[in-house]
């Protein structure tokens, strides 16, 4: 059985003396090092909570932007494109316009040139008439230009 008796309140005391005292020395220093720990795990972990917050937020600042721009420079190069077709349509229709004009003045040029020819032309027959009209009746015959040409 169990005697209660003074070593055994000794040993209570001694117990709690012992208690007491590791507390102070072991108990108390540890869960203050825990807490601290805690502390600054608990403080590290917030910081990453708000550097990944703001890691996404820049993230998709930058993909909003990267959008944004791919968007300008398909408007600026449909643009360009646009511009180049419309100079280009106009460049094609001001040659057109250039090259039928030169052909216009062509065929002018050609058409003078064929009065300039008939009239030589006639003026030529009209020479070699008077003088073959002269070298067989032996005199002089004027015919008028318009009646040798309208016979030949």
């Known amino acids: ?3 209660f008796n003074a070593t ?3 040993a209570m005391f001694s117990f709690i003396v012992f208690i007491l005292i590791m507390d102070r020395i072991l108990y108390k220093p540890i869960s203050k090092i825990v807490n601290e720990r805690e502390d600054f795990i608990n403080k590290n972990y917030k910081e990453a909570q708000e550097n990944t917050c703001e890691s996404e937020r820049i993230h998709k600042d930058r993909e909003e932007k990267l959008l944004k ?3 300008d420079s398909r408007k600026i190069i449909s643009d360009k ?3 180049a077709r419309s100079e280009a349509k106009q460049r094609t229709e001001a040659a057109v316009i250039k090259s039928r004009e030169e052909i216009n003045k062509a065929k002018e040029n050609l058409n003078a040139e064929e009065v300039k020819t008939q009239e030589e032309l006639q003026s030529s ?3 070699l008439a008077e003088a073959i009209t002269e070298k067989l009746l032996g005199e002089k ?3 008028d230009n318009a009646e040798i040409v309208n016979k030949v």
């Open 81 to 83: 494109v646009e511009a």
């Open 8 to 10: 055994f309140l000794v």
């Open 1 to 3: 059985m169990l005697q």
């Open 125 to 127: 027959v009209s020479n």
């Open 69 to 71: 721009s791919k968007a």
């Open 141 to 143: 015959f004027s015919i």
